[in-house]
């Protein structure tokens, strides 16, 4: 008998029907004998559907008041997929109790709309287990210490499933949704994507952290950080498979680098439109300028990824950066207002309309010349380069928005990544 946690994304959670589905399959694992807790999402589209409420009523704003709100709100989705399902394991004949984040308590600190969990608190659920409960606890959301409602940041059911299971010491955490594993690339956006049997945890990362939205990184740093054994596969074969088959199938994320068969040089490509870019122009070429940009946008909760510093002319230099697309206005409002006028800086320009394109793979720490070969797929494509930024394990360039699809899929024809490694 083993603990075994189960997260169910929006997609997988879609409808009654769907709903029924996973109840039926999680009965399937609770009667072969496991402890069984699950972490749903929102049914599909209800996330997006009462944010779009909170818009109607006011413009997004960025203050702690209004996050705050927006975190009560969103959190409700997660709350009635949980009752649901749990309502549908008792249909099915099962002990079931669902629990939200603040019932558990699932404890994070208060960035509202992005927050981390800090910590979770086991005896509630443990103690329900014991009792033969299929526990149910919801996605996405924890308590801050003021006891207001946080949500973790768009996918963060897949953090909340792999920190529940680490918190719990699961011995498996199965992330079930709408692909049936973790590919080559998007499967959406290359139909000749291969899905991979098991990719390492350090690509995963970087695959993760560089777009690929199939697990939130969050979910990837807790898997890395406390061992736990994570695994990514479809809810949508049938229920009633053999489990022996449904626990081998799906993607192994894989913490040794001997396990790791597929020996590629490059293991995937990941791409995000979820940046933008920001100049501060004509900034005096002085010591402490990255700092006095850089620490006013740290303070601010803003997360900055790709860095650029020119070359000074005449004493002066552009600074460059990109930020989450979602931050765009906050951190040019921001420049303007705070940095600005106390730098003696120029301008500050921005382009939210460009995406980072990826290459990721353990391989590239013992080749050298793939970079090089990106840049040339990309400029036989005739795809200008806007910010380039390297890691041992991972390539990534900021490319106009409206090349990435084209870049994606040179790079994945140019790697050879639709054939299985010989
Ligand atoms: P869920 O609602 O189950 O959390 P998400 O939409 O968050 O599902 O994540 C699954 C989606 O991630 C897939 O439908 C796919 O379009 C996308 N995706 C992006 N990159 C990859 C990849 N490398 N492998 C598999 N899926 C990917
Ligand atoms: N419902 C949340 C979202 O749509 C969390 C999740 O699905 O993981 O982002
Ligand atoms: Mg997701």
């Known amino acids: 008998m083993a603990l075994i946690v189960h997260k169910y994304g929006g997609t997988s959670m879609g409808s009654t029907e769907r709903i029924r589905n996973v109840a039926k399959r999680v009965a399937k694992w609770a009667r072969a004998g ?8 929102a049914m599909s589209g209800e996330t997006n559907r009462l944010l779009a409420l909170a818009k109607e009523l006011a413009p997004a704003k960025t203050t702690d008041s209004y996050s705050r709100e927006l975190d009560m709100l969103a959190a409700t989705g997660e709350q009635a997929s949980s009752a649901l399902l749990a309502i549908a394991l008792q249909a099915e004949g099962l002990e079931s109790v669902s629990y939200a984040g603040w019932q558990v308590p699932i404890r994070t600190n208060s960035a509202y709309t992005k927050a981390r969990i800090e910590s979770i608190e ?28 946080t949500t973790l940041g768009r996918g963060g059911s897949d953090t909340s499933a792999v920190a529940v299971a680490a918190a719990m010491k699961a011995d498996e955490c199965l992330i079930y949704t709408d692909v ?12 000749e994507a291969r899905r991979l049997q098991t990719v390492s945890f350090e690509e995963m990362l970087e695959m993760a952290s560089m777009g690929s939205k199939v697990l939130q990184i969050r979910s990837v740093e807790f898997a890395g950080k406390y061992k736990v ?19 081998v199938s799906g993607t192994l994320i894989t913490f040794e680098e001997d396990e790791h068969m597929e020996q590629a040089i490059v293991s995937g490509i990941a791409f995000s439109r979820d940046e933008a870019k920001i100049s501060v122009l004509g900034v005096p070429d002085k010591p402490g300028i990255a700092y006095q940009i850089l620490g006013a946008v740290a303070e601010a909760n803003i997360e900055v990824d ?26 040019i409002d921001l420049l303007n207002e705070v940095v600005l006028p106390k730098l003696g800086a120029l301008e500050v320009a921005g382009d939210a309309k460009i ?15 793939v970079a090089s070969k990106m840049f040339r797929v990309l400029s036989e494509e005739g795809i200008n380069i806007q910010m380039i930024s390297t890691s041992e394990i991972k390539t990534s ?17 140019a790697f050879e990544l639709e054939q299985a490694p010989a």
């Open 397 to 413: 360039v900021v490319i106009d928005e409206k090349y990435m699809e084209l870049a994606v899929r040179s790079l994945h024809k």
């Open 229 to 247: 054994k994570l695994r990514v596969l479809s809810s949508f074969t049938p229920w009633d498979i053999d489990i022996n088959e449904e626990a």
């Open 306 to 331: 790709v860095i650029i510093q020119n070359m000074s002319k005449d004493g002066r230099t552009d600074f460059s950066f990109t930020v989450n697309r979602g931050d765009y206005a906050k951190t």
């Open 34 to 41: 496991h402890q069984m807790v699950v972490v749903p999402s």
């Open 355 to 369: 995406c980072k394109v990826s290459i990721v793979g353990i391989g590239m720490r013992s080749h050298v010349g």
């Open 122 to 149: 086991d005896t509630k659920v443990r103690a329900d287990l014991e009792a033969g409960r299929v526990v149910i606890v919801t996605g996405f959301q924890g308590l801050d210490e003021l006891g207001n409602i």
């Open 180 to 191: 049936d594993g973790v590919y080559t690339t998007d499967p959406r956006v290359v139909a």
